[in-house]
C-alpha cells in the first residue's frame, strides 16, 4: 500500500521534519520507525512509505523537528494521529494533517476527564467497499456524556442540510471522529460542511458549530484513491468542565470492616460515597510502602523506600480467603475490633497484625497465587523493581535496619542476582517470595478500586511524593541517581520559620536527564495502572530543589540547587564590602550569647564556644555543626536543654552567606537572614546593599535558568501519560514556575488564605484560574476550624474583608459560616474543587468532631510528626447521613459543578 503524509509547518534553514510511526505490538510496542520528510519551499512537508497493510490495520504517528540527528521539538504525543485503513479496496493514502502543539484544553484529553467523567468510548471504523473515498477525521474534546458527533452539508451524501439526514461519526480515538464518505457518490469536489452534536437525552440537540462552514477543495481522484483529511478542531460553545471532590489520607478512612487504619476494601466505599454526593474526585495522599523501622515513625508517607511499591497496611484483609484455623480467625477478629475503636491509628500494632496476617494467608494460599497466570503476568511486567524490592525488604528484616551501609553484606542491589532471586526453584526466591505475594495482592486490590471508580464516575487522584528515603530501596538499587551528600527540604515560610528539612536525598538530574529521565517516567506510567490524575508534591523542585548540607539540622543553612552562586566581585558590585569570614562564619558575640541564653550564656561561654579575637567567638570543633549539638544533646529533654539546644543551633547558622556546595569561590544569601544578629550588625547602608542584592539573586537572577532546568524534565513526565496533571506550586515561587506550568497545561493549586498575587493578604476566588485546583486547606495545613481560632485578628479581617460581615467574628466557627466558605470555594472557576473531609465536615455541628485540634493530618514544623488521624465516623455511617450529603449534594448542584 503506497502512503503519502503531507503537513504544513514553517521550517527554517537546517530543520527538518520526522514522521514518527508508533510501534503498537510485540516486544517494539511504543518504540518509533522514523521517516524524514521532504519539503520544496520550507512549508508544505511529505513523505512516501510503502507498507504491507491489513485492511482494518490502525496507525498511531506523531511529527516532531530535527536539526541534523538531534530533535529539536515534538508535537503532542500524547493523543497521536491515528489513521484507520478501513478499505478492502483503497491502495493510495493521501493523508493531510496539522501540526499538534499541546492544546490549552489538554486536560480534556486526560483519563479522568474521557474515562471517568465523560466515559467515552473508543471504535472502528467499518470496513468499506468503496473504491476510492474520502475520510474528514476532527477534534471534539469538548462532547460530554452521551454526546455523538456527526456531519451536515451541503452534498446530498451528508444530508443537504437536514439534520435527520445528517453523517454519523465514529470515535475513533481520544476525542477523535472520523467518517468516511464514497468519493462516487460526491455531487461535487468541493465538501462545504458543518459539525454537530446529537445527544438525545439533552435539550439543545442537535447543537451546530459556532463557525463558518467548512470547505474543502477535493483533489482529481482515482480507482483506490482515499483522502485522508484532519480538520481543525470542532468548534462548540460549551461551558467547561467543572468537579468537586474530596481529599482524605487513605490511612484515615475508618469502615466498620477495617483493621485500625483505612485499606483499598475503604477506599472502594469512599468511591460510593463520593458518587452518591455527586462528587467525581477522590484524592489520597501518597501509599508508597515506607517501612524502614517497624515503628511509627514510617507514618510519614512522604518518605517512600520504593516509587513502586505499596504500604502493606493497606491490604484488604477482608477480600482474602478466610483463615482456616478457627482459633487465629477468632484472635485476629478480637484485635481487628479493638484497633478499628480507637480514635488514632496505632500504626506499629497495625502493620505488625497486619503483616502476620499476610504471612499465614500467604502460607495458607500462597502456593496457589504464585502459580496463577494472573501473578505470572504481574511479576513478568514489574519485574524490574519487584525483585531488588523484596531482597531489600528481606534483608532489612533479617539485619534489623534499613540502613544497607550497615548490613554486612548486599551493602548494593548486584545486578547479577536477579536470575536466582526470579527463579522460582532457587533458595533465594523462596526467601523473597513472600514480598512478592504482597506486592501482587495490593496491586490487583487497587487496580480493581480504580476500575471500580471508573465505572462510578469518578476521578482517582494519587500523590507523587518529590523525595524518596535516603536509606531505600531505590537509594539502595540506582544510588548514581542520587546526591547523598545533601538533604532535600523547603526554605522558610509561615508553616516553619526555620525552613522544613526533610532528610530526602537530592538528586543527581545531570544522571536522571542523561538516561532521558527513565526513573522518572517508570514512576508516572506505574501510577496510571491505579490513577487518573496526579499531583506533583512540591513541583518546585524540578526547577531547584532547596538542598542542605548534611551536617545541618534546621533549613536556614540550605541553598537552591542547582542556582547561579554569586562570586565575590559580583557581591562587591552591590556596594557590598566583601569579609569572607565575618559572612561565612557564626556570628557570635557577647551580646548575642546574652540574646539567646540570658542566664545560661556563660554555661553555654565554658562548654560549647571558644573566644578567638576581640569579642569574637567560635565554635568548638566537637559541636561546630547542628548535627553534633543534635548528637551531644541526644535524649536531652529538659526545658533547659531545649532551649541551649536550640540556641546552639542558632548560632551555628547565624551567617550571611552559605558557600556553595559545588564551586567553594560562589557564595549564596543565607535565606531570611534579616531576622539574625549578623544582619542586625550591619550598618544601615550595608544592609540596604544586601538587601538589594538579596532580591535580585532570590526573585530574579534564577529565573530563566530555573525555567530551562524544568524544561529539561517536566515535558516527558506530564506527556508520560493520559493522567490529569495537578501540582503543589506553594512557597518561594519564582516567576518561571507560572511560565512553565502555563506552557505544560498543568493545573496549578489555589489556597484562598496563601495567595499568590504578594500585594494582598487574601486571595480571590472569582481570580482562581480555570487550570487549577481550589482547595481550603492541605494536609500541611490547619483544618478550616483551626485556621479560624489560630489568628482572631487575621479571622476578623477575612470576616469583614471577604465574607463582607459586619460585627464581630463568631468563635469558634459555626457551621453556617463553613457552609458559606465552602460555597463561595465551590462557586469560583477552578476545574477542580477539592476539600478536605474535615473541611467538608464542618458545615455540619452534629457530624464534625467536638475537638477541632484532634482533625490536623500534619504539623510540617515536626519533623517527627506521627501521621495518624482518622476519620472519627465511619463510611457506612456516612453513607447513611442524609441530611449532611443532601447538603453537599446541593452545594454542589448550584455552584454548577
Known amino acids: 500500500m503506497n502512503l503519502q503524509f503531507n503537513i504544513e509547518y514553517r521550517t527554517y534553514y537546517g530543520q527538518e521534519l520526522v514522521l514518527n510511526i508508533v510501534n503498537s505490538r510485540g516486544s517494539e510496542a511504543n518504540s518509533v520507525c522514523q521517516y524524514r520528510m521532504h519539503t520544496y519551499d520550507g512549508l508544505l512537508w511529505t513523505v512516501d512509505i510503502n507498507r504491507d497493510i491489513k485492511p482494518g490495520t490502525v496507525i498511531d504517528y506523531f511529527y516532531s523537528v530535527h536539526v541534523g540527528d538531534h530533535e529539536e521539538r515534538r508535537g503532542w504525543s500524547v493523543a497521536p494521529h491515528r489513521v484507520m485503513f478501513n478499505s478492502v479496496q ?25 474515562d471517568c467523567i465523560v466515559g467515552a468510548k473508543e471504535d472502528n471504523l467499518k470496513l468499506e467497499k468503496y473504491s476510492k473515498f474520502v475520510c474528514l477525521k476532527v477534534r471534539a474534546p469538548q462532547l460530554g456524556v452521551g454526546d455523538r458527533l456527526c456531519l451536515i452539508g451541503a452534498d446530498p451524501l451528508m444530508g443537504s442540510w ?12 481520544i476525542n477523535e471522529w472520523a ?34 462552514n467548512r470547505t474543502i477543495e477535493l483533489p482529481a481522484m482515482e480507482e483506490g484513491d482515499a483522502l485522508v483529511y484532519e480538520i481543525s478542531e470542532a468548534n462548540f460553545t460549551l461551558p467547561p468542565t467543572r468537579v468537586a471532590g474530596t481529599l482524605v489520607p487513605l490511612f484515615s478512612l475508618r469502615s466498620d470492616a477495617s483493621f485500625g487504619v483505612g485499606d483499598f476494601g475503604d477506599l472502594k466505599k469512599m468511591v460510593d460515597w463520593v458518587s452518591q454526593t455527586q462528587q467525581k474526585v477522590l484524592q489520597i495522599l501518597p501509599i508508597n510502602d515506607t517501612t524502614t523501622t517497624h515503628t511509627w515513625t514510617d507514618s510519614y508517607p512522604y518518605s517512600c523506600i520504593s516509587i513502586f511499591a505499596l504500604h502493606p497496611q493497606y491490604a484488604d484483609l477482608n477480600s482474602l480467603p478466610a483463615l482456616k484455623d478457627k482459633t487465629q480467625k477468632a484472635r485476629f477478629e478480637k484485635e481487628r475490633r479493638q484497633l478499628n475503636a480507637l480514635p488514632q491509628i496505632d500504626y506499629e500494632r497495625v502493620n505488625e497484625l497486619k503483616n502476620e496476617y499476610l504471612r499465614l494467608i500467604y502460607e495458607q494460599e500462597g502456593k496457589t497465587t504464585i502459580s496463577s497466570k494472573e501473578f505470572k503476568a504481574f511479576f513478568a511486567e514489574n519485574e524490574s523493581w519487584l525483585v531488588p524490592y523484596a531482597q531489600y525488604s528481606m534483608l532489612r528484616d533479617k539485619y534489623g535496619t534499613a540502613e544497607f551501609a550497615q548490613w554486612p553484606d548486599h551493602n548494593q542491589w548486584d545486578e547479577s542476582e536477579r536470575k536466582m532471586l526470579s527463579t522460582s526453584s532457587n533458595k533465594a526466591y523462596k526467601e523473597v517470595e513472600f514480598f512478592y505475594y504482597v506486592q501482587f495482592i495490593l496491586s490487583s486490590q487497587l487496580k480493581a478500586v480504580h476500575e471500580y471508580a471508573i465505572s462510578k464516575h469518578v476521578i482517582l ?11 531505600g530501596c531505590d537509594v539502595w538499587t540506582e544510588p548514581r541517581y542520587f546526591n547523598l551528600n545533601g538533604q532535600a527540604g523547603a526554605p522558610p515560610d509561615e508553616f516553619s520559620v526555620n525552613g522544613q528539612n526533610w532528610g530526602f536525598p537530592t538528586y543527581n538530574w545531570d544522571a536522571m536527564i542523561a538516561d532521558d529521565c527513565q526513573w522518572w517516567l517508570r514512576r508516572f506510567q506505574n501510577m496510571a495502572h491505579y490513577f487518573d490524575a496526579y499531583r506533583i508534591d512540591h513541583v518546585l523542585g524540578f526547577f531547584r530543589i532547596w538542598e542542605i548540607p548534611v551536617h545541618a539540622v534546621h533549613g536556614l543553612l540550605g541553598q537552591f540547587a542547582p542556582s547561579l552562586g554569586m562570586t565575590r566581585e559580583e557581591i562587591e558590585g552591590y556596594g557590598l564590602h566583601w569579609q569572607e569570614e565575618l559572612f561565612t562564619q557564626p556570628f557570635i558575640t557577647d551580646w548575642v550569647l546574652d ?45 533547659k536543654d531545649i532551649w541551649i539546644r536550640d540556641g546552639l543551633y542558632a548560632l551555628i547558622s547565624d551567617v550571611l552567606f552559605v558557600r556553595d556546595h559545588k564551586d567553594p569561590n560562589k557564595f549564596h544569601p543565607r535565606i531570611s537572614v534579616q531576622m539574625d544578629f549578623i544582619y542586625e550588625s550591619l550598618y544601615d547602608c550595608d544592609k540596604h546593599a544586601f538587601n538589594t542584592l538579596y532580591n535580585d539573586y532570590f526573585y530574579r537572577r534564577n529565573n530563566q535558568y530555573w525555567y530551562q532546568e524544568a524544561m529539561k524534565k517536566l515535558p516527558k513526565l506530564v506527556n508520560a501519560t493520559r493522567m490529569l496533571v495537578c501540582a503543589e506550586d506553594l512557597g518561594m515561587v519564582p516567576d518561571c514556575v507560572a511560565w512553565v506550568m502555563d506552557e505544560l ?81 465551590l462557586t469560583s472557576p477552578s476545574m477542580l474543587c477539592v476539600l478536605s473531609i474535615q473541611d467538608w465536615m464542618s458545615i455540619d455541628e452534629r457530624l464534625r468532631l467536638a475537638d477541632a485540634d484532634a ?43
Not at 193 to 210: D, R, T
Not at 749 to 767: C, N, T, W, Y
Request: charged letters at 25%; a positive charge.
Open 179 to 212: 467518517a468516511c464518505l464514497d468519493a462516487n457518490q460526491l455531487a461535487s469536489n468541493k465538501l462545504e460542511f458543518k459539525l454537530a452534536i446529537v445527544n438525545p437525552n439533552k435539550e439543545y440537540s442537535p447543537m451546530w458549530e459556532n463557525c463558518n
Open 745 to 825: 497545561r498543568i493545573l496549578s493549586l489555589e489556597i484562598q488564605s496563601m495567595p499568590k498575587d504578594p500585594k494582598v493578604r487574601f486571595g480571590h476566588l472569582g481570580a482562581n484560574p480555570y487550570r487549577s485546583v481550589s482547595t481550603i486547606s492541605t494536609h500541611d495545613m490547619a483544618t478550616l476550624r483551626q485556621w479560624w481560632d489560630e489568628d482572631w485578628n487575621r479571622a476578623q479581617e477575612y470576616y469583614n474583608t471577604m465574607l463582607h460581615q459586619g460585627g464581630p467574628a463568631p468563635h469558634p466557627m459555626p457551621g453556617w459560616l463553613a457552609r458559606d466558605i465552602v460555597e463561595r470555594h
Open 461 to 471: 487522584k494519587g500523590d507523587i511524593p518529590i523525595g524518596v528515603n535516603r536509606n
Open 595 to 639: 540574646r539567646i541564653f540570658r542566664e545560661h550564656a556563660n554555661e553555654v561561654r565554658e562548654k560549647y564556644i571558644e573566644k578567638t579575637w576581640g569579642n569574637r567567638y567560635k565554635m568548638r570543633s566537637e559541636y561546630d555543626t547542628q548535627r553534633k549539638v543534635e548528637a551531644a544533646f541526644s535524649g536531652m529533654e529538659t526545658d
Open 855 to 897: 482533625e490536623r493530618i500534619n504539623i510540617p514544623a515536626n519533623p517527627k510528626h506521627y501521621w495518624r488521624y482518622r476519620m472519627h465516623v465511619s463510611i457506612e455511617q456516612l453513607m447513611k447521613n442524609e441530611e449532611f450529603n443532601k447538603n453537599i449534594t446541593e452545594l454542589i448542584a448550584k455552584s454548577g459543578r
Open 90 to 114: 483503497a491502495l493510495n493514502y493521501r493523508i493531510f494533517d496539522h501540526w499538534r502543539e499541546i492544546p490549552n484544553n489538554a486536560f480534556l484529553y486526560s483519563s479522568a476527564v474521557t
Open 162 to 173: 437536514k439534520e435527520q439526514k445528517a453523517v454519523k461519526m465514529t470515535q475513533v480515538a
